[in-house]
């Protein structure tokens, strides 16, 4: 299985400033995604995170306002710009297990960002 | 893409209670498991199981690919048991898909 680090863990920002969330895995990894979860809901995919290349966004979000890197198989980072309060949201990051060849979905810790 | 059901949504027991959490989804999937969210946001890998029957301590769970559902059984229930439960599903994109969850309440 897949230990993925997140950070931050917590974080209280203000309103029109951005964000970056990183996550780091502890080995190489194929597939990577970020997810985001408001309030009281489910997990939304955002994007899936390509080594080497731009991510590939879902519907509805965008690489203005979510930009992704992923410079190797083990890190990626999650930018949240021009932040208002409806982002405030649980992130999270996800890998496929690389070691198993399953499609095995493991999670980092999560970033709790409020924004006043 | 796939539709992912969760029944029910929300569900309230008492301590030592049993309980069984259904998942239902629309197309073939290659991948399938159920995670716990505890109050504090983290997930927790409970199952994997495209098919057939884990059981792990008081939790087990039974996917029955043919008919598209899978079940998460709990026994004798505890407080920490409390938390969101997720179903999420993929195919052969491995992009998963989650439900919207069942809200366990355990009560002491």
């Known amino acids: 299985s897949a230990v993925i680090s997140q950070k931050p863990s917590r974080d209280i920002c203000q309103r029109g400033t951005s964000l970056t969330i990183q996550c780091q895995v502890d080995s190489q990894v194929t597939m990577m995604f970020w997810y985001r979860q408001q309030p009281g809901q489910s997990l939304t995919l955002i994007a899936t995170a390509n080594q080497g290349s731009e991510a590939t966004y879902e519907s509805g979000f965008v690489i203005d306002k979510f930009p992704i890197s992923r410079p190797n198989l083990t890190f990626s980072t999650l930018t949240v710009s021009n932040m208002s309060p409806e982002d405030s949201s649980i992130y999270l990051c996800?890998?496929?297990?690389?070691?198993?060849?399953?499609?095995?979905?493991?999670f980092g810790e999560g970033s709790r960002l409020t924004v006043l | 893409g796939i539709q992912v059901e969760q029944s029910p949504p929300d569900l309230i027991l008492q301590e030592g209670a049993n309980s069984t959490l259904r998942c239902n989804f629309s197309?073939?999937?290659?991948?399938l498991q159920w995670f716990h969210q505890n109050p504090w946001g983290q997930l927790i890998n409970l199952f994997y199981?495209?098919?057939g029957t884990k059981q792990n301590g008081r939790l087990s769970a039974t996917t029955v690919a043919t008919e598209r559902y899978s079940l998460l059984y709990i026994s004798s229930s505890q407080t920490t048991d409390s938390g969101v439960y997720f179903c999420a599903v993929s195919g052969g994109s491995y992009i998963p898909t989650f439900g919207r969850g069942t809200s366990l309440i355990v009560h002491p």
């Open positions: 199981i495209p098919s």
């Open positions: 996800s890998v496929l297990d690389g070691t198993s060849n399953t499609g095995e979905l493991f």
């Open positions: 197309d073939s999937v290659n991948n």
